[in-house]
Antibody
Framework: EVQLEESGGGLVTPGGSLRLSCAAS????????MNWVRQAPGKGLEWVSS????????YYADSVKGRFTISRDTDRNSLHLQMDSLRAEDTALYYC??????????????????WGRGTMVIVSS | AIRMTQSPSSFSASTGDRVTITCRAT??????LAWYQQKPGKAPELLIY???TLQSGVPSRFSGSGSGTEFTLTISCLQSDDFAAYYC?????????FGGGTKVEIK
């Protein structure tokens, strides 16, 4: 079964850091671009970051650029999001999602076909 | 960034109704448009991509149409399982952006 499972969320004070992880199973992880999408409580969906299937290309929303770092570990079939200098507005449920067709070597030009259940990040003093 | 506007933001409908949700883009996106369904407490699920292509496993009562700047999601005969929030997403230009969502509630 194709599956994504996020972990690493929690409560952190403003300015703090968290590292989110996403464990992938049931598909050839190295063949797919991967993404993070977040959803603030009661709000809509916001794309956060993407990484190409090769891991060479990374993309970020302006709202997180310079503070978040996406990475992938092909040996461990895992995706990560290092989140630094966290702000209250980063409070959200963070989803890991797969891009089914594009390698994303030329941009974030695909949809998101498989999603995890999400991990909650709360930034508050 | 391309802004995606959905209408209505919410509405009530009855089982068996035919419902249509509209998504408009602030600039042309060809057919690079997806629709997702999200039930309360669950992750979004991909329904349609390329404006009108049904994702595998999605019931045929769902359909999508449009190109350029105006798109629609239609549910031909609303079922109890369809009461949820629906989001459109453009993937034509960077950054990918979502509409604000449309909540379909039971009348």
């Amino acid at each position: 079964e194709v599956q994504l499972e996020e972990s690493g969320g929690g409560l952190v004070t403003p300015g703090g850091s968290l590292r989110l992880s996403c464990a992938a199973s049931g598909f050839t992880f190295s063949s797919y671009a991967m993404n993070w999408v977040r959803q603030a409580p009661g709000k809509g969906l916001e794309w956060v970051s993407s990484i190409s299937s090769s891991g060479y290309y990374t993309y970020y929303a302006d709202s997180v650029k310079g503070r978040f770092t996406i990475s992938r570990d092909t040996d461990r079939n895992s995706l990560h999001l290092q989140m630094d200098s966290l702000r209250a507005e980063d409070t959200a449920l963070y989803y890991c999602a797969r891009a089914p067709r594009s390698s994303m070597a030329r941009g974030v030009d695909d949809v998101f076909d498989i999603w995890g259940r999400g991990t909650m990040v709360i930034v508050s003093s | 960034a391309i802004r995606m506007t959905q209408s209505p933001s919410s509405f009530s409908a009855s089982t068996g109704d035919r419902v249509t949700i509209t998504c408009r883009a602030t600039q042309g996106i060809s057919s690079y448009l997806a629709w997702y369904q999200q039930k309360p407490g669950k992750a979004p699920e991909l329904l349609i991509y390329a404006a009108s292509t049904l994702q595998s496993g999605v019931p045929s009562r769902f359909s999508g149409s449009g190109s350029g700047t105006e798109f629609t999601l239609t549910i031909s005969c609303l079922q109890s399982d369809d009461f949820a929030a629906y989001y459109c997403q453009q993937y034509y230009d960077f950054p990918p952006t979502f509409g604000g969502g449309t909540k379909v509630e039971i009348k």
